[in-house]
């Protein structure tokens, strides 16, 4: 790619954005005055090498390079894209824009990950405004792909146009708002939430550990997919949601009228949501508390991508876009000089791929075992379509050799041979490589069947002859040591 | 069991509680004038009985028969606990009480599904006022745990710990309010942001649609499993919540300034919300966007079981309580006397199993094995404990024979026989069961590990002798069909 984005102000947010442009390939090159900058950046990568490539099913673009600079001119020198991610002072910022406009002009876009303030408010001295907008993410800004896009009225819809591809590129979902206001949209809904849970404890009722429960416990799944108006829509039933807000306009009313002023934030009240949340989460440090958070962030996403709905959707095009770019499984859509092993996996071992003992869990291998296959059937012609048609194949064996241990993160790939392909019968030979050794064979018989009748029935003619090319191509490779094998038999 | 729940009221909140208490083995007895209701308790069991059972890899009691009764006092007059889910009508809900406790008097608890109104208010004319507490639940009923849990002063302890007693034994968690209030927590919340939300719809800042996306692509995600104050707490850093507290404070505060009223809820504004929901959802009848919630709630909740966080956690209490109290999976402390194959998984087949091709996935039935094979270790003696101390079995082998096809739902049983358990091999062959067919072998030798080296060891005495025991017990029985098949050997 060779694109460059500069990070300016390298906190929490900064050093998420510097993780994830990295990881998707960018060069990042960042400024920030504070020492522990190097070291901070170093534990966020490390946080986001663990847990983002295991998202998708699909290989990750060559890292790029991380690097500090002391001046911030020279870092924003040659960037392609320039993230702001400063404390909340609007005199610091505007600054800061005015000495990278001096530097670089009114061509790259300063995108602004502020929470609170309006790209009006920001551009307001500037001597490019148009060049600036905001970009606010959500931390963990490397996993959760949720950044609100606001321009201003007097940004071109070809900058807009552009920030929305930088940003979908890196994995995040671009929501443009309509019109610029205050804490933008997100933010909005959580500071009412968040006033409205600062009563609750002031005023007794629950704790802010049993506030999280009533979150996490109930509504707190629902909106992890579907948000507030689609929740809605399904309870008013399938009269709509006309109905429903006819129905639950009134009831929900009644508690508005009251506790909409501001808790004052006393010293007293401080310190007794610091010990509330003490006696909640106190036992585990912020950094642990982070390696729970990302764990579970991966096993929710993973969920919601195997089901294609919520944040899966999002995924999943990212997932169809790497493996574009990168080329790295091939198209195959001519087949005719197949001469050598397929590669039909590449791709990163997720965050909650890992049990008890400590590596890749047995049933995961079935797994990528089971993705190689899918990938091996689509390269014959057995696709989406195919199967919308009617036909498809059934695993009816498999046998598994563990040869030695893969861990979260590691990068695997699955070469997969064609033993047999006649008939109605499918005979592959998966092997997974993992830092040039086989840790893994995979071999398996498959039925070509009737999805009506639910027998065994034959591939169309497209699909058989396709199959028997890459059988007779396959036929010529050495056969793979463990063919054949059962269970316990000797070495 | 023998236990019997009274619902009174029975749409979509009471026939998701019909559709719990009927699936944790209880007799439900209704009563609800609506002729439809028959039908829409059918409809609700119908979806209850698709994800509930597979949210918990235990197996449920035996579901209990829903009854509806003609009459008021004829539905209460056995019952163990009373769930009101009438309109929200202050009136209907006191009358209809007052009818109940002519019929029951003081003993049973009445429980309100009420989301507004707080039980001092409900029980003002009741004669027995401290049988009425609020057990206030979420859509849908059957999956969503969480349930506000509201007594006024002058309900006993006594009745307040039965009440838990209750709610938890159906695999819900009750969270008890300190003080009640209206609308009790979570809908404080949730009319906090509703009422925000309306405004930037109203205001042209976002459609519903980006609204939701504002949700789930972001936040959403942190809150289904942390909630609101663990979040924050984790971007405080280590620096403890009173730190964020104090740097985050008076930032937050900007926005709260402002847009704290209500929008009031014209004809025109409730026009423009259904017409953007429409646009957002209205693709998808009621009906099918509920199989797509329930279908993500089940892999969500799933996928925080099997790391033990969030709701996670009460699926695995529920887990173990369901294995305690069915006695369906034996505590074999005395293997003295095993002569036949060990059952090792009785469940149902999760909703969120299934594939393309209709049916519960390849990977799934390792994942099955996996959990046979683990439970059979804990059998023998290699518990959380022994791993702690530094051993386990790692799995060398594996043969898979698919025999029939399993379907979201199926209850499934695993029968294990150890062929070999001698130094540090163990060799076991699994049979998964459903109707009465074997539809899976699973064939697998599993080598001792020290979890320090990595490398081959000898597991302890104690697993040796009970493994040797049961061994020479299942020699004893016929060699099951499929034992040392190799992959396409003929048949």
Redesign the interface.
Known sequence: MGKVAAIIGCG?IGGGWAARFALMGWEVRIFDPDPETRFRVERVMADARRSLPGLVDAAMPEEGPVITFQSLEAAVGAADWIQESLP?RLELKREIYGRIQSRVGGRVTIASST??FRPSELAKEARYPDAILVAHP??PVYL???V?LVPMEAVSDERVEAARTVLSGIGM?P?L???E???H?????????????L??VK????T????????????????????????Y??????A???HF??QF?P????????????PE?TPEF??M??E???A??GAR???E??G??D???V??????K??G???GR?LRQTEMELNDRNGAVLDYSDISEIGAPIETVNQAVPL?WTD????M???????VF?DATDRFMRIVGCD?DY?ASGG?Y?????????LC?VHAGARIRVSTVCL?GRGRKM?LFHELWNDGRVCASG???LVHVS?KT?RPSKPSARISRRLGTIEAAHAALPRPYGV??????PR
């Open positions: 929490v909340e929470s609170g959500f931390n959760l792909p949720l609100e979902y929501l708002l309509r019109r206001i205050d804490a949209v997100a933010d909005r809904l959580l500071e009412a939430v968040w006033r409205e849970a009563w609750l005023d007794g009722v629950a802010t550990e049993e506030v999280d429960d009533a979150i996490r416990y109930g509504f707190g799944l629902r909106w992890a997919q579907m948000g507030l108006f689609e929740t829509r399904i309870a008013g039933g399938e709509g949601m006309r807000i006819e306009g009831a929900l009313k009644w508690p508005w009228s009251r506790l909409i002023d501001v934030l401080a310190g949501i610091a509330q949340s003490d909640q989460s440090s912020v950094r508390l982070e729970i958070r764990g579970n962030l096993a929710l996403m993973r969920a919601l195997a089901r709905r919520g944040v999002i909650d008890y003992n400590g590596h869990n047995e049933a995961k291998y079935l797994q089971g989406a199967v498809s059934f695993t009816a064996e498999t046998h598994i050799r563990h241990e047999e005979h071999e398996h018989v999805l639910r054949g094998r059962y269970v316990g038999a």
